[in-house]
């Protein structure tokens, strides 16, 4: 049973895969397709305008996909806003959003054997195991059934953009990919879901991320890369990786070239946040 169809009678919300089937169909070859996990933001929006900015229709999923989480506690703990982000999806002219149940977007006849690039197992694929095959998997399925003309990614999930690029190159070269800049905060955080999850507090000390990772950008060497390590760590975050990466591999480079991305990920507060930088 539709819950929001009253105030939102502008922006079409699909529940089931059968509904949404009819209004891509109908608009086959105009799909502009921007997938989130809700508790939207304006990193989201980004998104949403450059997808808009297309001139076709823009179609955005809200679906927190349990087979992307490696840790239970953290898929317990995903933040959720659905009137809100419909609101403010609203604002933003979506034409329309698909909120679908895992029944629905896993059911057996959409089962993928989508095999993940060599990309997918540094980084996120060894510190959160079977997250990427989560990440393929779950667009596979959303791809059949949407046949977008072009998708839009945040570069704020830098790894993600390489696995996905690579994976629809193999498997979905019809469909066009869009990498959109990372959008954030006047101190430099990133936006992101997660953060709602950190204190004031704590959302001033992540802001030290931006600095090192701008930092490392502007004069790389290894004892800039300690120096700044020693920083995050001071400020009270614990990290994962700081490293400086070749791209589109993604493997470790350490020399002074003014090539490829400086990648973070660490907790503060109980709460993962990842970022980057592109030289
Ligand atoms: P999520 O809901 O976290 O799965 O994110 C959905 C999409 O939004 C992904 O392609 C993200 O990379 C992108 N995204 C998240 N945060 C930002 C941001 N701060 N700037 C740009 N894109 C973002």
Redesign the pocket.
Known sequence: MPLFVGPYEKMRIFYTRSKLENFCKESQGRLSF???????????M??VQAAKKEGSLVLVS?FI?PKQFNNLNDLDKYPVNLIGDLSLLKQNEVDAVFIPTANDVYSEDTNSNVELPNVASVWEGAFREGHFQGVVDVLSSFYHLIKPKQV??????LQ??MVVGEMMNTYFPNIEFNM?????EKSGL?????NERLSEEGRNTASQIFKSLNSLKNNFNESCLSEERKKITKAGIEIEYLEKISLPEMQVDRSCSNQGAIIFAGYLEGVRLIDNILF
Not at 152 to 157: A, L, N, S, T
Not at 180 to 184: D, G, L
Not at 190 to 194: F, N
């Open positions: 921007v997938p989130t996990m809700g508790a939207l933001h304006d990193g989201h980004k998104l809200i996909n839009f990614f945040g570069q704020k999930d993600q953009c959109v800049p990372t959008h954030r990133a936006y992101s879901s997660r």
